[in-house]
Antibody, heavy 121, light 110 residues
Framework: QVQLQESGPGLVKPSQTLSLICNVS??????????WSWIRQHPGKGLEWLGF???????YYNPPLRSRAVISIDTSRNRFSLSLKSLTAADTAIYFC?????????????WGPGTTVTVSS | QSVLTQPPSASGTPGQRVTISCSGS????????VNWYQQLPGTAPKLLIY???LRPSGVPDRFSGSKSGTSASLAISGLQSEDEADYYC???????????FGGGTTLTVL
């Protein structure tokens, strides 16, 4: 059974770059048919898709974040990452990684527990 | 402002049937199948319904989905206290070239 686990700093200063990692266990990240996603949830708010990556390295981003976000994949370590630069308080959120099943309507069928990121000086 | 519109809240009593709507456009719901997620307080979202009305293993058949035109609905029958959660619709959007979420609906079991 595939499991995801996010890791990263809980507190980051404004203008800095956030780096998050999502470790994939119980299955291979190069399994065909899956994109690997990042989603965030601002405090008390809804879900926002940030982007996803295929094991080939193909990436897709939510347009408002395209200039600040980079999603990468490390198949040797079975994990993928999110880098988000030029942080502001508006980036304070819970960040989730998830597996998107492209065969089944890009449904996100496996989620990590989430990691809370606070942007503050 | 979310691309998909959901009512912010819904409620029902135990045993009742409740529906949650999700309104979109021709570039998303009108063209693609809708997924629904349940988020219990303090936890990650969980896939509830995919492809309009398919349930992952372990999801009770009390949960069902439907779609008509550019709108979709989630129905919960035989409402239980453990159904109290936030519910999100999501669908691929051709303009975004990615998935979009509704703003979420908080379900209260009275």
């Amino acid at each position: 059974q595939v499991q995801l686990q996010e890791s990263g700093p809980g507190l980051v200063k404004p203008s800095q770059t956030l780096s998050l990692i999502c470790n994939v266990s119980g299955g291979s990240i190069i399994s065909g048919g899956y994109y690997w996603s990042w989603i965030r949830q601002h405090p008390g708010k809804g879900l926002e898709w940030l982007g996803f990556i295929y094991h080939s390295g193909d990436t897709y981003y939510n347009p408002p974040l395209r200039s600040r976000a980079v999603i990468s994949i490390d198949t040797s370590r079975n994990r993928f990452s999110l880098s988000l630069k030029s942080l502001t308080a508006a980036d304070t959120a819970i960040y989730f990684c998830a597996r998107s099943d492209m065969i089944n309507y890009y449904s996100m069928d496996v989620w990590g527990p989430g990691t809370t990121v606070t942007v503050s000086s | 402002q979310s691309v998909l519109t959901q009512p912010p809240s819904a409620s029902g009593t135990p045993g009742q049937r409740v529906t949650i709507s999700c309104s979109g456009s021709s570039s998303n719901i009108g063209e693609y199948n809708v997924n629904w997620y349940q988020q219990l307080p303090g936890t990650a979202p969980k896939l509830l319904i995919y492809g309009i009305n398919l349930r992952p293993s372990g999801v009770p058949d009390r949960f069902s989905g439907s779609k008509s035109g550019t709108s979709a609905s989630l129905a919960i029958s035989g409402l239980q206290s453990e159904d109290e959660a936030d519910y999100y619709c999501a669908v691929w959007d051709a303009g975004l070239n990615g998935p979009v979420f509704g703003g979420g609906t908080t379900l209260t079991v009275l």
